[in-house]
């Protein structure tokens, strides 16, 4: 069975950072390419970062390039995404996904 | 950015009736590979996003035959042909052919 478990979320003040960690099981974890996408409080999906299966290629929505860094450690089997300098429309409940979706993990940022 | 276009937003079905989403990109999404990387995920309330369609028209091995996709280059649709309790919430359509990613902004499905 496929899992995608996402943690670290929580509440943050403007201007600090975050940590997002997504534990990935029953599949092979380093063959595919993995996403982060957001989901603001009663909004749409918004797609954040791509990262490719073997960590040489990343993607950004331009809102988080320069302050998100997307990555992924295949021998833990686990995908990353760290957030600095984060803002108030950064709020959002963040998805760890390939083509199944983990749970999410909400982050505020407030202060 | 691809701009994704989804009609109707809401849908009131009963139990039984055919449902039907369009979604309509802003770009052609046929990628240089030749497939054109349209998909549809399904958001129950209080959930998280399931998959349901991948290339437009391939259903994910879970989920029921009832649904199908079609469509080419801009348009596409997503067809239920019998409604049922379980397939309410938001519908989104996504593309994956061009970066930024981008996503409709979902067809809420209720069951009369």
């Known amino acids: 069975e496929v899992q995608l478990v996402e943690s670290g979320g929580g509440l943050v003040q403007p201007g600090r950072s975050m940590k997002l960690s997504c534990a990935a099981s029953g599949f092979t974890f380093s063959n595919y390419g993995m996403a982060w996408v957001r989901q603001a409080p009663t909004k749409g999906l918004e797609w954040v970062a791509t990262i490719s299966y073997d960590g040489s290629s990343t993607y950004y929505r331009d809102s988080v390039k320069g302050r998100f860094t997307i990555s992924r450690d295949n021998a833990k089997s686990t995908l990353y995404l760290q957030m600095n300098s984060l803002r108030s429309e950064d709020t959002a409940t963040y998805y760890c996904?390939?083509?199944?979706w983990g749970q999410g993990v909400m982050v505020t940022v407030s202060s | 950015d691809v701009v994704m276009t989804q009609t109707p937003v809401s849908l009131s079905l009963a139990i039984g009736q055919p449902a039907s989403i369009s979604c309509k990109s802003s770009q052609s999404l046929l990628g240089t590979s030749g497939k054109t990387f349209l998909n549809w995920i399904l958001q129950r309330p209080g959930q998280s996003p399931k998959r349901l369609i991948y290339?437009?028209?391939k259903l994910y091995s879970e989920v029921p035959d009832r649904f199908s996709g079609s469509g080419s280059e801009t348009e596409f649709t997503l067809k239920i042909s019998r409604v049922e309790a379980e397939d309410l919430g938001v519908y989104y359509c996504?593309?994956?052919?061009?970066?930024?990613?981008?996503f409709g902004s979902g067809t809420k499905l209720e069951i009369k």
């Open positions: 996904t390939k083509d199944y």
């Open positions: 290339q437009v028209s």
């Open positions: 996504w593309q994956g052919t061009h970066f930024p990613l981008t």
